[in-house]
T-cell receptor
Framework: DVKVTQSSRYLVKRTGEKVFLECVQD?????MFWYRQDPGLGLRLIYF???????EKGDIPEGYSVSREKKERFSLILESASTNQTSMYLC????????????FGEGSWLTVV | GDSVTQMEGPVTLSEEAFLTINCTYT??????LFWYVQYPGEGLQLLLKATKADDKGSNKGFEATYRKETTSFHLEKGSVQVSDSAVYFCALSGNAGGTSYGKLTFGQGTILTVHP
């Protein structure tokens, strides 16, 4: 079975802190994604990566950055956390090409106070 | 750009009732269509998918047919169970120009609650 593991399920951070959300996948997938989930808005794509050291902005990249130094690991960085970034963050991965199944981690609940 | 619209929820049903959750989409080219399910406290799991027009995806008693003429992918189940209570997301993976990298565009989600 494909496994996408997010390092933290629940985090509480202070406004202005730098926050790292880590994600690891074990299926040698080329593509990795970070989504944000908010009630009534569904999932919105923050950033994605189709190869090591490659990244593309999604629909809502402002206030976020990402890092992919190894194929299996994709990190989401909040440079200076703000209260409007309180949300559920979902990491996902898939093999290359359109139409392939995307596999999700269990999510990280981030609260910024 | 690509977009997905789901029927508004929440949806509340009694056990063994018939379920329909409507989903329509806007996309260029020939997208692949998906239904994902999220059980309480968990991440998203693929429920079913269809990659070309008139394909029917099915899993766990759920079905959805890719209708290009109506740009729809409605989810149906003949007899729901309490264990089907979850949030259901319709999504598409566009392939216009081959540069989508398989990323998904989601609808807003529909909360389903099934009572005994």
């Amino acid at each position: 079975d494909v496994k996408v593991t997010q390092s933290s399920r629940y985090l509480v951070k202070r406004t202005g802190e730098k926050v790292f959300l880590e994600c690891v996948q074990d299926m040698d997938h080329e593509n990795m994604f970070w989504y944000r989930q908010d009630p009534g808005l569904g999932l919105r794509l923050i950033y994605f990566s189709y190869d090591v050291k490659m990244k593309e902005k999604g629909d809502i990249p402002e206030g976020y950055s990402v890092s992919r130094e190894k194929k299996e690991r994709f990190s989401l960085i909040l440079e200076s956390a703000s209260t409007n970034q309180t949300s559920m963050y979902l990491c996902a991965s898939s093999s290359a090409g359109a139409g392939n199944t995307i596999y999700f981690g269990e999510g990280s609940w981030l609260t910024v106070v | 750009g690509d977009s997905v619209t789901q029927m508004e929820g929440p949806v509340t049903l009694s056990e063994e009732a018939f379920l329909t959750i409507n989903c329509t989409y806007t996309a260029t080219g020939y997208p692949s269509l998906f239904w994902y399910v999220q059980y309480p406290g968990e991440g998203l799991q693929l429920l079913l998918k269809a990659t070309k027009a008139d394909d029917k995806g099915s899993n766990k008693g759920f079905e959805a047919t890719y209708r290009k003429e109506t740009t729809s992918f409605h989810l149906e189940k003949g007899s729901v169970q309490v264990s089907d209570s979850a949030v259901y997301f319709c999504a598409l993976s566009g392939n216009a120009g081959g540069t989508s990298y398989g990323k998904l565009t989601f609808g807003q989600g529909t909360i389903l609650t099934v009572h005994p």
